[in-house]
């Protein structure tokens, strides 16, 4: 409490002073959980060989083909996986003859959305060295149906963090419309990942034993 002697002004301004020092605080805080989340589901990735990772991919994509929002979806936006990611190769080209699927392409600190047109037209991105589209650059965002969504962890509730560079932000935020699917493997799916106010919540998320 402030001495009943203190004036106004004066208590006004030091009120404002611990109310920023509390949000500094906070703030600190949450970055350092979501650091600590990075390293830790880095560990857990590490168990597993590419070829362990791959295998448990396929219960996701399996997942993802019975889902009803998936199959009435002609717009799909997917990526093309790292190898510490649920793997997307095959699942992208299996079903690029019935959808228009699209895959992010990253320049600078965004993202660009460009049409898958095969694997032989990828080439090497400036993002992580992953092999991006060539074609044609896709800038109708609300013609986007549904996202498949990667992430470092998502929550009970929906919520995901990512790897800190904000990629996504800007594309979930402009694609209100589209149904959004996080996949991810089942050691990524925690009881609550730290969130801001500026984050969007997946509709689902699907892993590789079925949880979410």
Same mark, same amino acid.
């Given at each position: 409490?402030?001495?009943?002697?203190?004036?106004?002004?004066?208590?006004?301004?030091?009120?404002?002073?611990? $109310? +920023?020092?509390?949000?500094?605080k906070k703030e600190t805080n949450e970055q350092m959980e979501k650091k600590q989340i +990075?390293?830790?589901?880095?560990?857990?990735?590490?168990?597993?060989?590419?070829?362990?990772?791959?295998?448990?991919?396929?219960? #996701?994509?399996?997942? #993802?083909? +019975?889902?009803?929002?998936f199959r009435q979806a002609e717009v799909v936006l997917a990526y093309w996986s790292m190898?510490?990611?649920?793997?997307?190769?095959?699942? #992208?080209?299996?079903?690029?003859?019935?959808?228009t699927i699209l895959l992010p392409c990253v320049r600078g600190a965004e993202l660009d959305?460009?049409?898958?047109?095969?694997?032989?037209?990828?080439? /090497?991105?400036?993002?992580?060295?992953?092999?991006? /589209?060539?074609?044609?650059?896709?800038?109708?965002?609300?013609?986007?149906?549904?996202?498949? #969504?990667?992430?470092?962890?998502?929550?009970?509730?929906?919520? +995901?963090?990512?790897?800190?560079?904000?990629?996504?932000?800007?594309?979930?935020?402009?694609?209100?419309?589209?149904?959004?699917?996080?996949? $991810?493997?089942?050691?990524? $799916?925690?009881?609550?990942?730290?969130?801001?106010?500026?984050?969007?919540?997946?509709?689902?998320?699907?892993?590789?034993?079925?949880?979410?």
């Amino acid at each position: 409490m402030y001495p009943t002697a203190v004036d106004a002004e004066t208590g006004l301004t030091e009120n404002i002073a611990i $109310c +920023r020092i509390t949000n500094h605080k906070k703030e600190t805080n949450e970055q350092m959980e979501k650091k600590q989340i +990075r390293k830790e589901i880095r560990e857990l990735k590490k168990q597993y060989s590419l070829e362990e990772k791959k295998q448990k991919s396929l219960s #996701v994509w399996e997942a #993802v083909e +019975r889902n009803e929002r998936f199959r009435q979806a002609e717009v799909v936006l997917a990526y093309w996986s790292m190898e510490d990611e649920v793997f997307t190769h095959d699942f #992208v080209c299996r079903w690029t003859e019935q959808k228009t699927i699209l895959l992010p392409c990253v320049r600078g600190a965004e993202l660009d959305i460009r049409y898958f047109e095969g694997k032989e037209r990828l080439c /090497p991105g400036e993002g992580y060295a992953i092999p991006e /589209p060539v074609g044609a650059l896709f800038t109708e965002m609300q013609r986007i149906d549904l996202i498949l #969504v990667p992430g470092v962890a998502f929550d009970l509730q929906g919520n +995901r963090l990512g790897r800190g560079k904000g990629y996504y932000d800007k594309i979930l935020k402009q694609t209100q419309q589209a149904y959004k699917i996080g996949v $991810c493997f089942d050691f990524q $799916c925690l009881r609550h990942v730290p969130t801001e106010e500026h984050d969007v919540c997946m509709d689902l998320v699907i892993a590789d034993k079925g949880g979410k």
